[in-house]
């Protein structure tokens, strides 16, 4: 198989799993408050690395936290076709715990590439759940440059 096709049923792979977890969220009470926290989580993934992140999901109250904390476990350590920190037993309890430690004890490669891996899960998530919820994409660009002014 060649790398674009490997990338291509990669990006298909990612875009399935988001899928199914997203169209979850659309019954929940809690659905657009994952939509609004997953808009923000990959500049603080890329901001902060995949520990922090992780922790501070862990670490808020709210079923869209803890939520959006297992998709991430599950993907990187269950569900992805390349597993950079290794494999999780399938319906392991405290599953995020034991991500989070896996990430804390990788040596630098490894993490870089789980984080990288989690970073494009995060950005399928955010796709998948703004079309979901039909609201409008607005590139960061755009966020960047808005100002208070009349």
Request: no cysteine; net charge positive; proline share 4%.
């Amino acid at each position: 198989m060649k790398t674009n096709e490997k990338r291509e049923t990669l990006e298909r792979q990612r875009a399935a799993f988001a899928y199914e977890r997203v169209s979850g969220w659309e019954k929940s009470v809690w659905g657009s408050r994952a939509l609004a926290l997953v808009k923000g989580l990959p500049v603080a993934m890329r901001t902060q690395g995949l520990s922090v992140t992780l922790a501070t999901l862990m670490g808020k109250e709210g079923i869209e936290y803890r939520e959006l904390a297992s998709l991430l476990a599950d993907w990187v350590m269950e569900s992805a076709p390349v597993k950079p920190l290794g494999d999780l037993e399938a319906n392991s309890n405290d599953a995020v715990r034991r991500f989070l430690k896996a990430a804390v004890s990788a040596d630098r490669r490894t993490y870089l590439a789980a984080q990288s891996e989690a970073l494009a899960m995060l950005e399928m998530v955010k796709v998948m759940a703004q079309a979901i919820f039909k609201a409008p994409v607005q590139p960061v660009s755009t966020l960047e440059e808005k100002t208070d002014a009349p």
